[in-house]
């Protein structure tokens, strides 16, 4: 069976307001001024919450690894309580799902973001019985880039390894294809835009327009 599995956050949908929204709520309260900007730190609000306080405490001369423990599951908490209100699916993502799926190809989803939170966001913005099956970053003891949470999704959506690919937007998503052993997309609408092709992705779209033709190219 063949299979595409997408990461989250910067791949089917820009969370990125929301995200640098909870980190801003955070430096806010420890009495920082210092504030990260949605556009600009969107790159960073794709690497996590952990990496959204590290920055916002750097720049304020304040950074306290102890501290960004502490703050961790307060942002996430903070997250939770607003994850869409600002958060959109990237132009033409539900429309190239559904291609897929019209095609008997499976769906699913690989993410760093906790479970919880991105079945919730997905419940929100309608779309999470599209995808046949997530894997979040506590669903098992290890993340991307680790391969075993890509290889569970596979596994989960009930589609065979050897004719699978992940599509996504960041290094991570290129480092879990290649220890996957699979072919990996990468969006270049994304923050880092153009620069994903120095990461040598088997496949690269600019819209999910070109995703279809990409997939059956990489998968026949």
């Not at 430096?27 to 210092?34: C, D, K, N, V, Y």
């Not at 750097?58 to 607003?82: C, I, K, S």
């Not at 559904?98 to 690989?110: P, S, Y």
């Amino acid at each position: 069976m063949k299979t595409v599995i997408f990461d989250l956050d910067g791949t089917l949908a820009d969370t990125s307001a929301d995200l640098i929204a909870s980190a801003n709520w955070c430096l806010e309260r420890m009495g920082l001024a210092q504030r990260l900007d949605p556009v600009t730190d969107a790159a960073t609000a794709f690497r996590g919450a952990r990496a959204m306080l590290t920055l916002g405490m750097q720049r304020a001369g304040a950074f306290d690894a102890e501290r960004v423990e502490e703050w961790y599951p307060r942002l996430l908490t903070a997250y939770g309580d607003a994850i869409c209100e600002e958060t959109v699916l990237y132009p033409g993502a539900v429309e190239a799902v559904e291609a897929l799926r019209g095609q008997g190809i499976r769906v699913g989803i690989c993410t760093n973001k906790p479970e919880g939170l991105a079945e919730e966001l997905l419940r929100r913005l309608g779309v999470r019985d599209m995808f046949a099956a997530l894997v979040g970053a506590d669903t098992l003891p290890v993340r991307k880039p680790d391969a075993r949470p890509y290889v569970e999704t596979v596994a989960r959506v009930g589609g065979a390894l050897r004719q699978s690919l992940l599509v996504g937007d960041t290094d991570t998503d290129r480092k879990t294809a290649a220890a996957a052993g699979v072919p990996c997309i990468l969006v270049t609408f994304g923050p880092t835009g153009e620069g994903v092709r120095a990461l040598a992705p088997e496949g690269l779209i600019g819209h999910f327009d070109g995703l279809g033709s990409e997939v059956a190219r990489l998968l026949g």
